[in-house]
C-alpha cells in the first residue's frame, strides 16, 4: 500500500473542488439524521465558494434532499444518491425515476430490521440502505438481504462503512464528477475531489482522468488518490488552510 502525502496548501489554486460529505466533512453517526452541520463548516463552504468562484460542489450517497435540509438552501451544486439526481445552483433538480420495487425492499429492509436489533433501515428516494454500525455482527445477514433484494429487483447493490444499500443502477460519484464538470462554472478547471469512502473512488478515478486528483480521508487503503489527510478534523483544518493559500 503506497504511502500518499498531505495535499499541498496550494492544490484548489485554478481548481473545481468536489466534496463528499458523510466521513468527508461530518463524522460518521450512527443514523443519517444525527448529523448536522456547524457554523464552521457552513462558513468554510460559503468561503470556499467565494475563493474559487463557485467552482464547489458536494457529491454524496445522500439524497439530495437531505444534504439541502442539512445547507438551507445551498448556492452551490449539489449530486446526491451517488449520482443519480443533480441540483444545479440555480435551483434545477434532475432526478433518476424512482422504480416500484423500492418500495417492496423498503418493506422487506424494516422487517430485518425490526428482527435485528440495532439495524437502521435509510429511506432515500432512489434506494434504501441498511445501517449495522450499531449491530457489526449483523453485517452477514444485512448484505446477503441486500444482495438478493438487489439481484431480484434488478437493481444496483451498493456497499460503503458499515452499510449496504440497494439503489437505481446507471450512475455513481464518478458519473457525478464528469456531469457537474461539463457545467460552464466548472469547464475548464482541476477537479479536486475530497471522500473516503469506497464509494467514492469512482470520483477519484474520474478526477485523475481529468487531469485533477482525488484526497483520500482517513486510514491508509488501496485508493487512486494521489493524497490524504488523517480525519475529518484534519481536513476541515487542511481546507480552512487552503482558502486562505486562495486569498494569497
Known amino acids: 500500500m503506497t504511502h500518499l502525502p498531505p495535499p499541498p496548501a496550494d492544490l484548489l489554486r485554478d481548481a473545481a473542488l468536489f466534496l463528499d460529505f458523510d466521513g468527508t466533512l461530518v463524522e460518521l453517526a450512527e443514523h443519517p439524521e444525527a448529523v448536522a452541520v456547524d457554523a464552521r463548516l457552513a462558513a468554510l463552504i460559503d468561503r470556499l465558494s467565494d475563493r474559487l468562484d ?9 439524497p439530495v ?12 451544486a449539489v449530486s446526491g444518491s451517488h449520482g443519480l439526481e443533480v441540483l444545479w445552483p440555480d435551483g434545477t433538480h434532475t432526478r433518476a425515476e424512482r422504480p416500484a420495487a423500492l418500495d417492496r425492499i423498503v418493506v422487506a429492509m424494516k422487517a430485518f430490521a425490526t428482527a435485528t436489533r440495532g439495524v437502521l433501515v435509510e429511506e432515500k428516494p432512489l434506494g434504501a440502505a441498511l445501517h449495522y454500525r450499531a449491530v457489526p455482527e449483523a ?4 448484505h446477503d438481504l441486500a444482495r438478493q433484494l438487489a439481484a431480484d429487483a434488478g437493481l444496483h447493490l451498493q456497499t460503503g462503512k458499515m452499510m449496504v444499500e440497494v439503489r437505481v443502477p446507471g450512475a455513481d460519484k464518478g458519473t457525478a ?6 457545467s460552464p462554472a466548472m469547464a475548464g478547471a482541476r477537479p479536486v475531489f475530497l471522500g473516503d469512502d469506497d464509494t467514492d473512488e469512482p470520483a477519484m478515478v474520474a478526477a485523475r482522468a481529468l487531469g485533477g486528483a482525488g484526497v483520500l480521508i482517513g486510514a491508509a487503503r488501496e485508493t487512486a488518490a494521489a493524497y490524504r489527510l488523517d480525519s475529518v478534523a484534519s481536513t476541515l483544518h487542511w481546507l480552512e488552510a487552503a482558502t486562505e493559500s486562495l486569498a494569497a
Do not use: N, Y
Open 54 to 62: 463557485g467552482r464547489v460542489a458536494i457529491i454524496s450517497g445522500r
Open 65 to 76: 434532499s437531505g444534504i439541502r435540509a442539512l445547507f438551507g438552501d445551498p448556492h452551490f
Open 139 to 142: 453485517e452477514a445477514q444485512a
Open 177 to 182: 464528477l464528469r456531469t457537474l464538470m461539463q
